[in-house]
């Protein structure tokens, strides 16, 4: 996990997963793709600003620019889950929505990322 190209913002890198089909059938079909994540560094306090601040700059990202998004902050994760998962509902986006929890230096990070068209 390496942002040595410069062609992403320092709050962003590219890595590809890789997943397990034996023991994670849910992303069976996808086998292995690059992930472009952005690496949010701010915190909320309340539901409601963490929905605003998603609904308006990182929505948009997500479905423009990367394809994963890796945060400290529950919140965030919620909403950006939620946003993807009603677009994906109503037909905007085809894109299967995934979600994890990943323990990184003894903290947790709330992942949200999408798949490849």
Not at 45 to 72: C, D, F, R, V
Not at 80 to 109: C, M, Q, W
């Amino acid at each position: 996990m390496s942002n040595d190209n410069n062609e992403f913002p320092i709050n962003s890198y590219r890595e590809i997963v890789f997943t397990n089909t034996e023991s994670n059938r849910i992303l069976e079909k996808n086998k292995s793709f690059s992930v472009t994540w952005y690496e949010e560094k701010k915190s909320f306090s309340s539901m409601y600003e963490a929905q605003e601040y998603i609904s308006s700059e990182i929505y948009p990202e997500i479905l423009h620019n990367y394809n994963g998004y890796k945060t400290t902050d529950p919140q965030l994760a919620c909403s950006l889950l939620f946003e993807l998962i009603k677009a994906k509902t109503h037909g905007f986006i085809t894109r299967e929505v995934h979600a994890s929890i990943d323990v990184i230096e003894k903290k947790l990070y709330y992942l949200v990322w999408i798949s490849p068209e």
